[in-house]
């Protein structure tokens, strides 16, 4: 039942994840539409993290649009302000976008959308991350990570498990 993938490309201002090649090779060869995402550090500058993506980031037609994935949990003890945050994630978005040519899908778990994303006129999709309950902190999700520790066939490890918002198809985001 798995129609497409998400793979770590990149990490901050300098780590690349080593495997991002192979699974995304992995990925195409398994039949699966396939996108990218960044993991956003609070410790760096949004300019400087898109470069990083940007070297990872594949270049080619049918994919999933890229993420910037904005979280607390694993990232440094900084926490900016609501202004600092969403000037460097408009500068990672705006440096994305007009490198790729696609609008970048933001990634925000209910902690981070309350603290930094809540009334902001959100004018990206939404990646929404809520494992115990639909999300319901934003009504216009475009993809909804509801597990996060999966078990898929052919992929060694756990998995975050995803859908798609009802109405929403695959063909609608790959470009």
């Known amino acids: 039942d798995v129609a497409f993938a998400y793979m770590k490309a990149s990490e901050g201002g300098d780590f690349k994840d080593k495997a ?5 090779k992995n990925a195409g060869d398994a039949g699966l539409v396939r996108g990218a995402y960044h993991f956003f550090s609070l410790c760096k500058s949004g300019a400087e993290q898109a470069a990083n993506f940007l070297q990872e980031l594949p270049v080619q037609d ?3 649009p890229p993420v910037i994935d904005i979280e607390f949990e694993g990232n440094c003890a900084r926490r900016p302000t609501r202004d600092e945050l ?3 994630v408009s500068d990672f978005v705006t440096q994305v976008e007009q490198a790729s040519g696609r609008e970048v899908m933001l990634y925000a778990p209910e902690d981070v959308y309350f603290a930094y994303l809540t009334g902001q006129g959100l004018s990206r999709p939404l ?4 494992i115990w309950r639909s999300p319901g902190y934003a009504n216009e999700w475009a ?3 509801y597990h996060q520790r999966g078990d898929i066939a052919g992929i060694e490890g756990e998995v975050d498990l995803n859908v798609l918002a009802s109405g929403l198809t695959l063909d609608s985001l790959v470009r």
């Open 62 to 64: 049918a994919m999933l």
């Open 86 to 88: 969403l000037r460097e």
């Open 127 to 130: 990646w929404a991350r809520s």
């Open 143 to 145: 993809m909804w990570q």
């Open 20 to 24: 991002f090649s192979a699974n995304w």
